[in-house]
Every structure is written in C-alpha cells, then in structure tokens.
C-alpha cells in the first residue's frame, strides 16, 4: 500500500470509528445529546464547550457527542444529518449563519429530534427552544455607550469604524441593529467604514483597521462586534502609533481575554455575551424528561469597564 492509499484506508477506518462511536450509548447513558458547534478555535467557543462538557458530565444518564464545523456551514449540515441518522435523542446547534442551517434544523425536527439552537438564530422557529443573549438590545447598549463616550446624547461629535462579525449570522445582524439605533439619531456622529466582514477573526480586523487608518486621518472610535475583532483594530492603530486618539468597545468579556484588555487599557468597554453551554444541559434534560421549557431563554449581559472591571474579574476568579 503506497503512503497516500494508507492514508486514506486510515483516515476511513478513523471516520467508521467515529461514526460508530457515536452511533452507540455510552454505558448507564439513557440519551444521546448531539451538538454541532461552528468552530473550536475561538476561546468564547472552548468556554462554551468546556462548561457544556462540565455540566453533561454531572448527569450519568446523558451522553454528549460534540461535533466541530470547522467555521464551515457545509460541515455543520452534514454534522447534523449524521446526528439524526444516528437517532441521537436531541441535537443542538450553535450556526455559523442563519440561512444556510436552516434546512437542517428544519429536517432535524421534521425527523421527530427535538432540536436547541444556541447564540446564533436560525430561519425558522421549527427548533423546541432558542438560548442566547439579546443581541439587540447588546448592540443598543454599545451604542448608547459610544454616544456617551464622544459627547453625550444630542452633542456627541465623532467619526466611528465598525467591524461586523459574520454578516449572514444573527448576532452580527443585531448587534450592527441596535447600534445603529443609537448612532444614527446623532448628527455629529459619522461611520467611517460600516459593512466590513472580518467574521469575528482578529486577524481580519486588524487588516480592516489598517486600512481604515490609511483612509481616514481622524477615527474616534472603533466597535467590534467581539473583543477580538476590537482588539485587533487596537493592534493596528497602535502599530499606527494611533492608538491613543481611539476608544474600542468590543462584546464578549471573557476574563481573560475582553475584560483583560479592559484592565489592560486596550479596549474601553466591552458587553459580556455569556456562553449558553451550561444552560443548555440544563434545557436538554427537561425537555427529554417531558418537563415544561420555554421556546426562548435568554441569557443577561452587563458592561464591564474601568468603573467594574476588578468586581468583574474578582467574581470570575
Ligand atoms: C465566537 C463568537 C463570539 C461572538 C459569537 C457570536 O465564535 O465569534 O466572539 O460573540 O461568536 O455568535
């Protein structure tokens, strides 16, 4: 057999024991939870997985499978349809985007599998319950807050860069929404550069920065629709030895990463997104015990700046 041929029989043999894996019941489990999650390089996504991990492995009678969609759509579809011909008792999803999950969950629920969709929506309301912030109103936060910064209601002055997340999914959707609220009811407050998709990447926003900063002689402000993607921007404007002119909001307040940068100095502020991980296995079980659930659970968020953040990060220790 030639290195490429073993590869492959190898690689066939992996995915068999994967599937097959997944296909049975661990010992003592009474139901088998299938959850399609978007990526697992981004650390909100490895919180959101670790605490869902913590929370299943505190119930012996579930099983939990985790399936990676490598950020790609086409693998997240093809995760799900995996899970349903598996009959797994329940499935979750946390989309990359909305349109292009939606057929899946739509087949998923139509096969009988009851199905959570979590921080991302989808376009359809065929799923048994929605978990996640409101990003709405996450955006309408931010927005008010960047009013402030440059002025206050009716008298803010400033010229803002914002960098969207992934355009085709909700929370980018939202969170431009509700800023956009706030923003464009002020006259004196100009987007420099608005529908630029760095798809929540720090990398990518950092390049968008760059070129912004290129552009524009004055920037005032910078919203990213996460921390990394305002951190990013913060990198580039410093390399550009602009830093100082600039305030960066971002979303997510991790401890170790949005809210560090806070207690750093980089970004300003930024809105806590809590991972639904936890919450989620809570949901699963009452819904497979037949227990009332609701169709939409949200999660809080809060601002956590230079006023908050050492209560922040002490209540997160
Ligand atoms: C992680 C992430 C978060 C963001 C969320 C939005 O993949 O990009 O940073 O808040 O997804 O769905």
């Known amino acids: 057999m030639d290195r490429r041929s073993f590869a492959l029989a190898f690689g066939a043999g992996l995915a068999g024991l994967t599937l097959s894996g997944c296909g049975r019941k661990s010992d003592g489990a009474r139901w088998r939870l299938g959850f399609s999650q978007v990526t697992t390089t981004e ?42 011909r598996q009959r797994v008792d329940l499935i979750l999803v946390s989309p ?15 096969a009988g599998i009851p199905v959570i969709v979590l921080d991302r929506g989808v ?17 309408r936060m931010a927005g008010a807050y960047a009013v402030d910064l440059l002025g206050g209601k009716g008298r803010a002055q400033g010229r803002i860069v914002e960098i969207w997340g992934g355009m085709a ?10 800023f956009a609220e706030a923003i464009d009811a002020e006259p004196g407050v100009t987007r420099v550069v608005d529908r630029q ?6 990398d990518r926003a950092y390049n968008i920065m760059a ?9 005032d402000l910078v919203y990213g629709h996460n921390d990394p993607m305002a951190y990013g921007a913060y990198l580039a404007a410093k ?20 809210a560090k940068w806070v207690k750093d100095g980089a ?10 991980g936890a919450e989620a296995i809570e949901q699963s079980l009452r819904i497979l015990k037949g227990e009332p659930a609701p169709k939409r659970i949200e999660l809080g968020t809060e601002v956590v700046d230079a006023r908050t953040v050492d209560a922040f990060l002490a209540a997160r220790a």
Do not use: C
């Open 123 to 139: 376009d359809t309301d065929a799923y048994r319950q929605f978990i996640g912030s409101d990003n709405l109103k996450i955006g």
């Open 43 to 84: 650390p909100w996504r490895v919180l959101f997985n670790r605490e869902m991990r913590e929370a299943a492995a505190k119930h012996p009678e579930l099983q939990l499978v985790i399936a990676d969609g490598q950020d790609r759509t086409e693998k997240q579809v093809s995760d799900i349809e995996a899970f349903v």
């Open 96 to 110: 990359k985007e909305s349109a292009g999950l939606t057929g899946a969950v739509d087949a998923a629920a139509a």
């Open 239 to 258: 390399d550009a030895g602009r830093q100082d002119e600039i305030r960066f909001i971002g979303i997510d307040g991790l401890p170790d990463e949005g």
């Open 267 to 276: 970004l300003t502020a930024t809105f806590v997104y809590e991972p639904p």
């Open 169 to 178: 999914s909700t929370p980018a959707q939202e969170r431009h929404k509700g």
């Open 211 to 219: 070129s912004a900063l290129k552009a524009h002689p004055r920037i």
């Open 197 to 202: 998709d760095a798809d929540w990447k720090q």
